[in-house]
């Protein structure tokens, strides 16, 4: 029997026990998304498992505890975030996913840290979190299944679609776009161009 390094239906159970049960069932999704797309191309699949499953960790059904736990780790909210108070969770999600569930490898953990807004020269991990959380199966949205066809086009073609497609929603929407996602954007246009 194969041995897995970490617990991973430890780790379901706490997860469900603390976000929505749409939110588990995303991040389950999320979890296969992600394993799928590691086999593919050549990803460690055990960190892509548990960076895809605990993606979310910190979205708790309880949103005060967003805040509240953000504090206790000295998360400083800036005017951007303050304007972007939903990407939050996935700055948390590096603390929780750490200190929560144990998880000590620092590429796993950047990998959730940046699963909302993306950073400059993303490891092929975090372009698959990333991608995945956008493009998962149960992401019902009509860009969604339009952004799941990009799946074979490269881990870089695919996260740069997906956040294409999060900075249209925004402009679209007329909501508040946070600097880093166009930084991110703008990385994956270069690494795309080759320059
Ligand atoms: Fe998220
Ligand atoms: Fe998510």
Redesign the pocket.
């Known amino acids: 029997m194969r041995t897995y390094m970490y617990d991973i239906e430890k780790f379901k159970e706490k997860l469900k026990s603390e976000v929505k049960q749409s939110r588990y069932e995303?991040?389950l999704s999320?979890m296969n998304f992600s394993v799928e797309l590691a086999k593919y191309y050549g990803v460690d699949e055990e960190k892509a498992r548990v960076a895809g499953l605990l993606?979310?960790c910190a979205k708790y059904k309880d949103t005060d505890k967003i805040l509240q736990k953000a504090k206790e780790f000295d998360i400083i909210i800036d005017g951007d975030l303050n304007h972007t108070i939903k990407v939050l969770h996935a700055l948390l999600g590096y603390y929780i996913a750490r200190d929560e569930y144990g998880i000590e490898d620092e590429e796993v953990l950047l990998a959730i840290k940046n699963?909302a807004l993306g950073r400059e020269n993303m490891s092929d991990l975090e372009k698959i979190v990333f991608y995945a959380?956008f493009a998962e199966p149960l992401r019902t949205y009509s860009m969604a299944e339009k952004l799941r066809e990009f799946k074979y086009e490269g881990l870089t073609k695919a996260a740069y679609e997906a956040v294409n497609y999060n900075l249209c929603y925004l402009l679209e929407e007329g909501l508040y776009v946070h600097p880093q996602s166009l930084k991110t954007r703008n990385s994956l246009l270069l690494e795309l161009k080759g320059e």
């Open positions: 995303h991040s999320v993606h979310d699963h959380d």
